[in-house]
């Protein structure tokens, strides 16, 4: 996914020149991502981590319980705000390995409500990449059940919230003449200072149908490693990514 995000980046022409009609533009994306779910969450002291393995390709239909997806921005001249707030829940059944439980249920609501200030490094006619500072909100909620084994059946859950600071690029380049481009943001966060480590890296490839109406088709892949205390959340979430853009 980098290498193919660097090469959109580099595909952008190197122009500095603003817009000149000196108004604010605003942007509308609401979008839906099928995204699977993999890595390791422990809630609470004295259960066994569980690890969670979801492919968005086969099993995400049957296991995402609900998605809401909306991202935006507004702009002005060469400087700008963006926000990105997503809400997925995402459950899966499993069978543990081992004799202590017999099978295991995970559910995962998460919200990830993002918001950072850009400036916009290069633009050419539609071409344009942007540098980003931001903050990330972080709330998930787990929770395990682990079914009858040798042990007896029992169900923890816990809520965990925190902030990760984040610095990351977006842009965008048509194909050649027509209306298609693609565009795509990276962005890397966390530091230690909430999670000890995130990123997430969107690639799409979309239509311009309208001066200000637009649909696009990607991949997103999101990763996360978060340790506190007795929480533990140390997950990947990767899918297609489906959206619809208003610019006005």
């Not at 633009?123 to 344009?128: E, K, L, M, T």
């Amino acid at each position: 996914m980098a290498p193919l995000l660097a090469a959109l980046l580099l595909a952008c022409p190197v122009d500095g020149k603003a817009d000149t009609d000196g108004g604010w533009q605003f942007h509308l994306a609401p979008y839906a991502w099928l995204a699977g779910q993999k890595g390791t969450i422990a809630t609470q002291p004295g259960l066994p981590a569980a690890g969670v393995d979801i492919d968005f390709y086969d099993d995400i239909v049957g296991n995402i319980n609900g998605a809401l997806l909306l991202a935006g921005e507004a702009r002005k001249g060469e400087l700008g705000v963006v926000f990105d707030v997503a809400y997925t829940d995402i459950e899966d059944d499993d069978v543990t390995s081992g004799p202590f439980y017999s099978s295991l249920n995970s559910r995962t609501k998460t919200w990830m409500v993002s918001a950072a200030g850009f400036y916009r490094l290069m633009q050419q006619d539609r071409a344009f990449l942007d540098g980003l500072v931001g903050l990330r909100y972080w709330s998930v909620d787990s929770s395990l059940k682990f079914g009858a084994g040798i042990l007896p059946a029992t169900e923890r859950s816990n809520r965990e919230d925190w902030v990760d600071p984040f610095i990351g690029i977006k842009g965008l380049t048509p194909i050649g003449s027509s209306d298609f481009f693609i565009n795509g943001a990276l962005a890397l966060g966390g530091f230690g200072v909430g999670s000890d480590f995130m990123w997430d890296a969107m690639l799409n490839l979309g239509y311009q149908w309208t001066a200000t109406f637009s649909t696009t088709l990607g991949y997103r892949y999101l990763d996360v490693d978060y340790d506190e205390d007795d929480f533990l959340y140390d997950v990947y979430q990767d899918g297609l990514v489906v959206g619809l853009s208003w610019r006005f």
